[in-house]
């Protein structure tokens, strides 16, 4: 039995990940497949792959082509979500903010530095015709974080997956004053270079497991009642959430990686451009 770590954050994406091994899926292939949720998410996963304490990470993708751009000893092996996540733009609910227009030269919670949080308020700010260079950030780590922050007047709005942040809008905690869906395919699968120098045959045989349960995810009979159960939920959104989303089984394109390092280049947040050889390995 061959051990792989592996780590995501613990939302709707990843449950055919916990569905494949609640059903022994990678055992059978002689893989024990260890997962641990990572609730600060990307910029906290980049840690791991870097350090070693993760093997392979589900990981947004601006947030791993910047890391791997800036030394990250990983490649990206597939796309995981082929459609673009939607960050919804939250305030507190007292706040006085009621546009995102109104929201220029305040301060913006991040999970981290280099997180999707923080790289997704640069898009939006880019958007919205803003100084990227005033941008102002409060680190909070978790969306538990963001509720102090926003609440305390620390920080004065906080970029998250929409549908994952709905029940914090529903229980009147924050508001959504906008939306900023990402310009590319939002979750790609990355792998540690030595992991698929050693074992790429097993990451192989984990892709395969996989890409056959999120290709019928969505056929699963009342998956909409079991996403809402797992992740508290209302299952109106959650059907809203699985017509926006589409799985994917194939390799990151040369052109989706260009539009993701272009964007990130305009922005001033990587050096440089590296080749898609650098970046992406198929397996």
Not at 249 to 258: A, H, I, Y
Request: glycine letters at 6%; a negative charge; aromatic letters at 8%.
């Amino acid at each position: 039995m061959k051990t792989i770590r592996i780590t995501g954050v613990p939302e709707h994406f990843n449950l055919p990940w916990h569905l494949a091994m609640e059903e022994g899926a990678f055992e059978k292939r002689g893989i024990d497949l260890q997962w641990a949720d990572t609730p600060e998410g990307t910029g906290k996963m980049c840690q791991m792959l870097r350090e070693g304490t993760t093997d392979m990470a589900i990981i947004l993708t601006e947030g791993i082509v910047k890391d791997i751009t800036a030394g990250n000893p990983s490649k990206i092996v597939q796309t995981y979500i082929e459609t673009p996540l939607i960050w919804g733009i939250h305030v507190a609910a007292g706040s006085p903010y009621q546009k995102t227009e109104a929201l220029e030269n305040t301060k913006v919670a991040i999970s981290r530095f280099g997180s999707g949080s923080h790289l997704m308020s640069f898009v939006n700010a880019r958007n919205m015709g803003w100084d990227i260079n005033t941008l102002k950030f409060e680190v909070i780590n978790t969306i538990e974080g963001a509720v102090d922050a926003l609440t305390a007047g620390n920080a004065d709005y906080f970029m998250w997956e929409r549908f994952m942040t709905k029940p914090l809008v529903d229980q009147e905690i924050f508001r959504r004053i906008g939306d900023c869906p990402t310009p590319w395919p939002c979750f790609v699968i990355a792998v540690r270079n030595g992991i698929l120098e050693k074992d790429r045959n097993i990451v192989k045989h984990i892709l395969e497991v996989i890409n056959t349960y999120t290709a019928d995810f969505k056929q699963i009979p009342s998956i909409d009642r079991t996403l809402a159960n797992r992740f508290d939920q209302k299952t109106e959104d959650i059907r809203e959430w699985l017509t926006l989303t589409e799985w994917s089984q194939d390799t990151m394109s040369p052109e989706t990686l260009k539009t993701v390092q272009d964007q990130l280049s305009e922005l001033d947040l990587i050096p440089e451009k590296l080749s898609y050889e650098k970046v992406v390995s198929p397996v």
